[in-house]
Nanobody, 116 residues
Framework: QVQLVESGGGLVQPGGSLRLSCAAS????????MGWYRQAPGKQRDMVAT???????NYADSVKGRFTISRDNAKNAVYLQMNSLTPEDTAVYYC??????????WGQGTQVIVSS
């Protein structure tokens, strides 16, 4: 049974930082692509960042230079370091995995609220 469990969300002031974590089980983690997606109220779910098994990364234009995705294959975990947060980053953040690209498996999400 595949499980992706996100953590690290919360309330943060504009300009602040958060680090999201996703713990994976039930997959051979090192050979899976991983990604972070987000969904704001009333909007579709969008890609934030992805990382391949070879550690190649891709970012949405809106987060380039502010967010960093990384993975630790020894811990079966993927992370999203988020800096310089703005209210527009407010959303539920989802972890996802897939054999060649994320999207096959999803976590339950973690809420991020950026507000003063």
């Amino acid at each position: 049974q595949v499980q992706l469990v996100e953590s690290g969300g919360g309330l943060v002031q504009p300009g602040g930082s958060l680090r999201l974590s996703c713990a994976a089980s039930g997959i051979i983690f090192p050979i899976y692509a991983m990604g972070w997606y987000r969904q704001a109220p009333g909007k579709q779910r969008d890609m934030v960042a992805t990382i391949t098994m070879g550690h190649r990364t891709n970012y949405a234009d809106s987060v380039k230079g502010r967010f960093t995705i990384s993975r630790d294959n020894a811990k079966n975990a993927v992370y999203l370091q988020m800096n310089s947060l703005t209210p527009e980053d407010t959303a539920v953040y989802y972890c996802s995995s897939g054999r060649s690209t994320p999207g096959q498996y999803w976590g339950q999400g973690t809420q991020v609220i950026v507000s003063s």
